[in-house]
């Protein structure tokens, strides 16, 4: 989990997910504070992508 790097700016990024991915809900974004693998897999579960695709989109930003 090295290469995601959340934290300091995670207020701006939730913004971000949540315009570009409108189902995932508040919840299901409160799993970054320490359980950034179960973010993954949510926005992974959601969205379709691969694990990959959703950590470099989530460095993207």
Known sequence: ???????G???KLKGKVKQQYAELTDDDLLYEEGKEDE???RIQ???????DE???????L
């Open 1 to 7: 989990m090295s290469n995601l790097k959340l934290k």
């Open 45 to 51: 579960q959601k969205t379709g992508k691969a694990r």
């Open 54 to 60: 959703v950590v470099e989109w989530l460095n993207s």
């Open 39 to 41: 973010l993954i897999g």
């Open 9 to 11: 700016t995670w207020n």
